[in-house]
């Protein structure tokens, strides 16, 4: 009964948390709009996620959000720092190609959005194979450490999420 009226419980404590945040008050009112969606959008949804992803590892999820809030605060400074002390000519904008390991469409778009949502690099493009995902960095002097560092923080963590 419960699987019906919730098939994604994980999406439906997401959206009601995300509905209370915007609306930034618990009121009778925010409380019932909250639970409205959290239990129509998945339902809606549904029917288009027949395979969805068994996210196992709550720990791993948790650590995962933290090391990305921590990587996105450091790298507003370091793109600050980079705008307005580095010279032009010493900015060294790169194209990276970061091989996957990851299989799960909807673990690579959680990695390609962290990505993005880190200031200085955006995900470009993914392989027609999906095995590889191209990343534009704003400076990096070293792009095979762009790629240990995309890999070790965060595709090694979604691995373990995902699996």
Not at 37 to 61: D, F, G, K, Q, S
């Amino acid at each position: 009964m419960m699987r019906k009226i919730f098939p994604h419980p994980q999406l439906s404590l997401l959206l009601g948390a995300v509905w209370l945040l915007l609306v930034n008050q618990v009121s009778l009112g925010s409380l019932l709009m909250a639970l409205i969606l959290a239990c129509a959008i998945p339902l809606l949804t549904a029917p288009y996620w027949p395979e969805r992803p068994r996210l196992r590892n709550l720990p791993m999820m948790i650590s995962y959000l933290g090391v990305v809030a921590w990587d996105i605060v450091v790298a507003n400074f370091v793109v600050a720092r980079i705008v307005l002390f580095l010279p032009n000519a010493r900015l060294r904008t790169e194209w990276v190609a970061v091989p996957l390991r990851l299989q799960q469409p909807e673990a690579i778009t959680v990695l390609a959005a962290t990505i993005t949502l880190t200031p200085g690099t955006v995900s470009a493009d993914l392989s027609a194979d999906s095995r590889t995902l191209l990343v534009h960095c704003l400076h990096a002097p070293d792009p095979a450490e762009v790629v240990r560092q995309i890999q070790t923080r965060y595709e090694a963590r979604l691995l373990e999420i995902f699996s």
